[in-house]
């Protein structure tokens, strides 16, 4: 076996592939991130919505939260099929990436919308009162008082989503994005030793992921709100 | 929108998916359990081993939580068999779920082995317990409340987990969803019917296990 | 007609009834105090003064007028008439001093922004704290931080400032700076209901204690007839459990 690798390697690492596999590294980046920015997003409106007290909202409110219970209770795949199938329906020429974003979206607001709120939730109810007393009103509130101290405990647990998900990901070349496990099936399917293949697969997916999460842990520990509250 | 939805041809299939379900909290759970195993082992390693057992955990932790389950199964199946290790489709699925879970049971056993503070085991000395009874009245009660949460969670997420071992032919919820999409073609309907067993199951195993906690072990946690 | 009115005020907090018909009339000008045990909701008035709590019964009149706790727009054209500093955690953890005092008058108000921020340095600065404009609440004392608070309540321009507790959670060296501003607002005629435990301090700058009880007014007079010479055999019980300490 380890004959075969050494003969292989030097036509593994000919150009097209390793261009195959970079450009499907960064298929596999872009999918994590533009999806969980987007989702960060949706997100965070929705968290702002379920801050509200509006009685004219209680419907909006009881879709969000339906909304978020829901979606983070189902396999990716099982999201990603449905997504799928759907833009086939409704579709025009959408790509599988549309396809893969879209449904990564749908996740990560899920996710995010829980994060956001923990996050708002965090911040003493005495500060909203404080507000409440200078009739601060809702947005107000939440824009000046709220966010400028929620986003530090939002933001580790947002990145390290983000960071999880690039791993599941992989899961997107079942529908046949580009990125870097179906590079890696395509190269298999090419006839090289899926040792060396899969090997690399995972080496490029630590490569992305082990730096991130060493940031991530970095990040946490410098944006540390101690429970006191101080800094 | 020329798709009219038929929920009607799906639902004769659903003692089929709900078969599927119950095999995907079969593999969640032996995976689990034998991910515990390696993660007691691996925490103890990492715990109280020497320098070079830290490493290896370590680097054994580092390598499958920053790598996608789903390709290191694709490794075992298809790679192994090059090195003359032939697995079926439930060997590779069980042996890579199991590695990944121990993977991140490591992390969570070492973490409630680190929770227990000093202070408790030296009240427990001064008391006059021996190890044995230390471990069982202090160490085993605090160390169970600690991880309880942290394990249910990743206990969910493995159950969600098995969905890719449809990919390799195995024929849990995911597996039998496409099963039942090749027969019938009503793949929305079918989809988001698994979607929404999948919802129940975890609901369910959720509930389950936080009542269990509630009851055997006296941890505090809201239900839904 | 007094100033402010409560009216056979009746409140809840939580799902507990907290005040079981309140009549108490303020004028202006007055301090009064409210005193009493933990739970006999003194608190959860200055709540429904300033709208946190919404009364379930009687009125609240200001100057006459009564308060809809059912308009949003009467409930803010009320509050525009207190200012309200709590126990705990006051101040907005993310804002200089300074922003903490100005941000209300400037952005809610719409007062002009300058003479704003000359008035607020002026407010710090009589409380004691003009050097910490730029200082951060986590890098002051408890102390300093509800003096900063009371500056904000009366950059306000509040007719009626209310102080729940103020002290109560502070250590015992900084609770002196707090209640020497407090006396200092006082003697300028500014009217003011006090919740407090620190009994000495109540008996030398109100003009009306009143003691409660489980959601009741007990006894109402001056800190001589209720805090020397109570009445009522509840009142009476609890100063001397109060004296003994």
Redesign the interface.
Known sequence: ?LT?LAEELPQFLGYYNVMLLLKAALITLALSAVGCSLGLMIGFFIAMVRVTRAKLLVPVRAACIAYV??FR???????L??VF??Y???GRNTTVFTVALTAVCLIATSYTAEIVRSGLESV?V??W????????NLL?TLW??IL??AWKVILPPAFSFFILF??????A??IGVVE??YA??VL?NKGF???L???C??LL??II??PL?RFGVWMEKNLGVSKT??? | ???TLQFGQVFPYLPYLIGGAWISLQVAFLAFSGGMAIGLLGAMGKTFGGRFTRGAVGAYV??FT???????I??LF??L????ILLSSYEAVLIGMTLNAGAYLTEIQRAGFISVHRSELEAAETMGMSLFQSVWYVIMPHVVKVLFPPLSNLY?IMT?????A??FGLEEL?GR?FNVNAITFR??EI??L??GL??LV??AASLTLTLLGRWLFRVKAKV? | MAYLRLENVEAAYGSVNVLNGIDLDVEKGEVVSLIGPSGSGKSTLLRVL???NKPLAGRVLLEGQPIDYGSRKSL?AA??H???V?Q????????TVLKNVT??PV??KKWDARQVEKDAVALLEKVGLGDKIKS?P?ELSGGQQQRVAIARALA?RPDILLLDEVTSALDPELVTEVLDTIRLLSKEGRTMIIVSHEMAFVKEIADKVVFMDQGKIVESGSPEEVMDRPSTDRAREFMAKILRH
């Open positions: 076996m075969r219970e829901f209770r189902i396999p990716f795949l099982v999201t099929m449905v199938f759907v086939q329906v409704v003493n005495k500060q009162e404080a507000a409440e007393t200078m009739n601060l107000q000046w008082v400028p101290q690039i791993k599941d990901t992989a899961l070349s079942q870097l496990t890696g099936k298999n030793s899926a040792v293949v899969f090997g697969v995972l997916y630590f992921s082990y999460a509250g101080k800094r | 929108m020329q798709y580092s390598f920053n790598t996608p389950q789903l390709v290191q694709y490794f298809f790679a068999p090059e090195a003359g969910i969600l987990g098995t969905s890719m449809a990919i995911t969803a793949s929305i989809f988001s698994t979607a999948y919802f975890t609901v839904f | 300033v709208g946190l803010r509050r525009d207190f200012a309200i709590f705990q955690y006051n101040l907005f953890q993310n804002m941000i209300a952005k809610i951060y986590d306000l």
